[in-house]
């Protein structure tokens, strides 16, 4: 691995649904360990990005390079082979197991899904060791208190919890986080943002998020979206004070 490499460079990312325009030459860098926060209003085109790089959604045209290789667009079970591990709007837990439970059927789930084991760096069907490593990776997101409750008995923002711990069991070097703060209040902004920056002595982290200011205060750089194009790019004290960025927010009253 090079370390003088982005660790994930999208470049010229354009994509169209029928006539419409979705992203246009959108450029993105990830570095090791930073943790990046892609925003813009509704509809901007964020969305669609981070499914791109997910493999949802092909792009029209445009490459993608991991640690400094061209690759094509994944597929999304080679996800975990490149490293890449994602949470999605909407968690889906599994209201009759528990939290552990969970966790381990989400890493199992990758299996059945034709995944080879051997991403993992471990047979998944070995109950042991995924156990183990699903342990270690609620551990990370909130002690193992919570382990054996059912996840129908928990809180909110502690199915949010689970759900990155389930992201976490492959032991990614990339994270994609669509709008982990949605739905959730001043204090748990404020544990999300503590865990995310946590998480980057290991990993980077990209963050799609529709209010810019629960992403100021966790990334290091902030790309903004607007109609499908990037507009500004930067700190987030730079974005945060870019006029094209405020007018941008203004013109749709999103905040
Ligand atoms: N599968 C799709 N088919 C048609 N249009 C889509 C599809 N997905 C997104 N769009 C359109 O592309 C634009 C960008 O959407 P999206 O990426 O979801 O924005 P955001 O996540 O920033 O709100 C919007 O105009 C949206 O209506
Ligand atoms: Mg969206």
Redesign the pocket.
Known sequence: MSTNSPLLHAKGVSIS??G?R?LNDVHLQLNHGEVVGVI????????????AICGL?EPDSGTLELDGHKRNWPKPYELVDLGIARTLQGVGLFPELTVLENVMIGAQKFAKTGLLSAAFGFDVRDEAQLRNRSVTALEKVFGTTLMHRRADTLSYPDTKRVAIARALVSEPKVLMLDEPAGGLGPRDIEWMNTLIRNLTSTMSVLI?E?HMDVVMSVCDRIYV?NF?EVISSGTPDFVRRDPGVIAAYLGTGAS
């Open positions: 649904f029928g419409l979705a813009g209003p509704n509809g901007a085109g964020k969305t669609t990005l981070f499914n959604v799609v529709h979206l499908g």
